[in-house]
């Protein structure tokens, strides 16, 4: 009844144990490396699914706990990449067009509420 529960309640449980001790963890490769996966959290929330399903669909590495071991790592590769160039590359080069069209608006008189169409407003 519960098999599929066993790898989340490991997560859980090494979770737990990482803000319990987490008092104790400097500046060392631990922290940069935890502060690097709450940077992209977001987006890896976004994209993990998609990426799992389409890695489902392909039967390539598959029947064996080495292929699987080796889908996983192609996986987290995958997955922290497209990430990591969503949350630190794509999107502060949106927010620089987002904030480059705004001041354009404003030094044009217009303002970003005139700017909308009639039927958002």
Known sequence: M????????????ISILFLVFSFRIEFGLIKRA?????GISYSTYLIHFPILYLFHSVTLFS??????????????????SISYLLEKKYQSW??????????????????LWDSLPKAVR
């Open 63 to 80: 029947g064996t706990w080495y292929t699987a071991a080796i889908r996983l790592v192609l996986y987290l590769i995958t997955v922290f």
């Open 34 to 38: 935890l502060v690097f996966i709450g």
């Open 94 to 111: 949106v927010m620089e067009k987002i904030e480059a069209r705004r001041l354009r608006k404003s030094q044009n008189g217009i303002s």
């Open 2 to 13: 519960y098999e599929g529960l066993y790898i989340p309640a490991i997560l859980f449980l």
